[in-house]
């Protein structure tokens, strides 16, 4: 987990403690939008990834404020990816920003468990993909 958020940090400018609630954010929805089977083995693979997402909320609802709520008008995994992206702009995050933590969350991943595995989770929220 450290050398993850060590990463992080270093590629995206943020703090750790952002960094641990924006990872823990997006395994949060993950877990809530992604095929459980792959999300769990990832999530398994990652030390402490259960507390991150408890800290971060990530297991509740979308971010707050409008993207949340136009991400909970439009349901599904748009609606949802954009209540993520909302929930993460609270936090401080520009979209640059946001593309760079998913992508190491995933690069990470894909070492972790696989590129099948993380090829199913990308595959399973549309728009998803940007960010991996």
């Known amino acids: 987990m450290e050398q993850l958020i060590a990463q992080i940090t270093q590629a ?3 703090d750790v403690e952002t960094a641990q609630k924006a990872v823990g954010a997006i395994l ?3 877990k809530r939008e992604g095929p459980a089977d792959a999300v769990n083995q990832l999530i398994e693979k990652i030390p402490g ?3 991150l997402i408890a ?3 990530g297991e509740g609802g979308g971010g707050g404020g409008l993207m949340g709520a136009l991400g909970g008008l439009m349901g599904g ?4 990816l954009m209540g993520l992206a909302g929930q993460l702009q609270g936090m401080g995050l520009g979209m640059g920003q946001m593309q760079e ?3 190491t969350l995933f690069s990470q991943g894909r070492e972790l468990v696989g590129e099948d595995v993380m090829g199913q989770i990308a595959g399973s929220v549309p728009g998803l ?3 991996t």
Not at 77 to 80: E, I, L, R, S, T
């Open 12 to 14: 995206t400018g943020i």
């Open 77 to 80: 995994g748009a609606g949802g």
């Open 49 to 51: 990834a259960e507390g």
């Open 28 to 30: 949060g929805f993950l």
């Open 55 to 57: 800290e971060s909320g």
């Open 129 to 131: 993909s940007q960010f």
């Open 101 to 103: 933590v998913g992508k």
